[in-house]
């Protein structure tokens, strides 16, 4: 299996554009997951899916943020005029089955955001 | 709710000698997974152990070594004989697991781990 994939790396706006990241899981993996990580922080959970379903949104995911995961496989983060707080880096995880045993998150190299 | 302490922020050693990373956890679950993560320079969570709050059984792989003890919440992460290549920032992550399997996983501050040839 190739990992989880996302793109762009690097991305770097003005105050008040909109950006989109995305997220390729592995292969067969139905969940999938945005985390947010700020300097000198650990990830901090956004959202999750199941397959095409979002089953959970973090209260850190305000009305500017939307994801979505059309047909169960990539998924989008687009965020709407953004903010010099939203600089971070954007995580995407996926993991297989809900079988306990199985649901290991295993993430991407991560979408670096700065907002000038 | 949950939460995940890693109080030491940066270490550094010099090669070859022993490090542990220490993490201490709070929880309400009686059911509940503690990770480790590792994070080089190029950004990317590596995934490196999980345990069960059923399984206090130490782990060892290779250089890596975990010590699980219920009794003081802790899960400390021992490498033996440090490389430069484990240079990198570690997390100890928790999570709970819920009727649909489903985990939100949260992690602890991270220690930055500096290897000194």
């Known amino acids: 299996d190739t990992g989880v994939s996302q793109d762009p790396r690097h991305k770097i706006t003005k105050r008040g554009q909109n950006v989109t990241f995305r997220c390729d899981p592995i292969?067969?993996?139905?969940?999938l997951y945005w985390y947010r990580q700020t300097l000198g922080q650990g990830p901090e959970f956004l959202t999750y899916?199941?397959?095409?379903?979002?089953?959970?949104k973090s209260r850190l995911l305000s009305d500017r943020f939307s994801a979505e995961r059309p047909k169960g496989s990539f998924s989008t983060l687009e965020i709407q005029r953004t903010e010099q707080g939203d600089s971070a880096m954007y995580l995407c995880?996926?993991?297989?089955?809900?079988?306990?045993?199985?649901?290991?998150?295993?993430f991407g190299a991560g979408t670096r955001l700065s907002v000038l | 709710a949950q939460k995940v302490t890693q109080a030491q922020t940066e270490i550094s050693v010099v090669e070859k000698e022993d490090v542990t990373l220490d993490c201490v956890y709070e929880?309400?679950?009686?059911?509940?997974?503690l990770f480790w993560y590792k994070q080089p320079p190029s950004g990317e969570l590596v995934f490196l152990i999980r345990?069960?709050?059923?399984?206090?059984q130490n782990e060892i792989s290779g250089r890596y070594s975990w010590n699980f003890q219920k009794s003081t919440s802790s899960f400390n992460f021992t490498i033996t004989a440090s490389q430069v290549v484990d240079s990198a920032v570690y997390f100890c992550?928790?999570?709970?697991?819920?009727?649909?399997?489903?985990?939100?996983?949260?992690f602890g501050t991270g220690t930055k781990l500096q290897v000194i040839p």
């Open positions: 995880a996926s993991s297989r089955g809900q079988e306990v045993a199985k649901n290991i998150q295993y």
């Open positions: 292969s067969e993996h139905n969940r």
């Open positions: 899916f199941q397959n095409e379903a979002q089953l959970e």
């Open positions: 929880t309400r679950d009686t059911t509940y997974y």
């Open positions: 345990r069960n709050s059923f399984d206090e």
């Open positions: 992550a928790l999570s709970e697991a819920d009727s649909g399997g489903y985990q939100k996983v949260t």
